[in-house]
């Protein structure tokens, strides 16, 4: 049988072996990786509820948000070329063009003047992004807010992701077929190509009237040709303009359009000698300076 002493010594023994194991590093690591593997994993929120509290992913919400953007936009420049095509000039009021945004989208002028404007549109579910969309050439495109994206006349751009290059995957090759025609991108398409062709040819006819001032001011007559001062550019796609005729006092002009044959709108500015008709309705306008067309 053990002594008395011996049993105290082998009871004090115990916790220091333990207490020993209890500092050992490697067994201090083992319970670290244990901890850590059993607290969960923290997990990214993906959904939230949008303005009408309908659950949606994020990337829902944000595409819905550049939608509508878009959508406005596009509404912007189509009420400011109507109200150029009959004033003469751009308005940075909305309201005064029947344009409302919305409780959601927020619409603000980067720019204007009569040779043009630039806007940008940001909805209040996407944060640190927006469209722009700009006409004319008054100053230079804008760029977006993250992505520093500029798009073509007309055409609203945004810092949506989905217009992010992605990677392509290779497929296999299929049978040659005759090949489908593409739909259209509506947010590709210029918005001054789907105006209403009389609109077009109003505002080109309009700032035929710039630049004919500025061609007397420095010549002492107004251009016989649109040539002569380099016009070409200000045209909108399919619009042609004739000056048919010009002095150094008046000058009259008409402009076609393709999609609108058979018919035209006509100007007239200053004393002019014979006042222009139009083609098919011999439509003439009461007052100079003002655009007039066929229905």
């Known amino acids: 049988m053990l002594s008395a002493s011996l049993w105290r010594g082998l009871l004090m023994t ?66 400011e070329q109507t109200y150029f ?43 640190g992004k927006d469209c722009v969309i700009y006409v004319g050439q008054g100053q230079a495109p804008p760029t977006t807010l993250k992505y520093v994206r500029s798009g073509g006349e007309g055409v609203p751009v945004c810092d949506d992701s989905s217009a992010r290059p992605r990677a392509v995957a290779r497929e296999k090759p299929k049978p040659r077929q005759e090949p489908e025609p593409e739909p259209v991108d509506e947010d590709t398409v210029s918005v001054l190509d789907v105006l209403d062709p009389r609109v077009v040819m109003k505002v080109d006819l309009r700032n035929l009237i710039a630049s004919q001032e500025s061609y007397f001011a420095n010549q002492g007559v107004y251009a016989r040709r649109t040539q002569t001062f380099g016009l070409h550019y200000l045209w909108h796609r399919d619009v042609r303009v004739r000056i048919l005729s010009a002095d150094d006092r008046s000058w009259a002009a008409e402009a076609t359009h393709a999609r609108f044959p058979g018919k035209s709108c006509v100007i007239w500015y200053g004393p002019a000698a014979q006042r222009p008709a139009t083609d098919a309705q011999r439509r003439q306008a009461n007052q100079s300076g003002e655009p007039v067309c066929d229905d």
């Open 14 to 79: 115990v916790p220091l072996v333990s207490a020993c194991n209890e500092l050992d590093p490697r067994r201090i690591a083992a319970r670290r990786v244990a901890d850590t593997a059993a607290e969960p994993a923290p997990t990214e929120v993906t959904e939230a509820r949008d303005s009408n509290g309908n659950r949606r992913t994020k990337s829902e919400i944000e595409a819905a948000g550049f939608t509508e953007i878009r959508r406005i936009l596009r509404r912007l420049a189509a009420a």
């Open 85 to 127: 095509a009959e004033n003469g000039t751009y308005t940075d009021d909305p309201s005064v063009i029947g344009v409302n945004p919305g409780k959601n989208t927020s619409i603000r002028f980067l720019w204007i003047s009569r040779e043009g404007w630039a806007a940008s549109g940001t909805h209040r579910e996407v944060e």
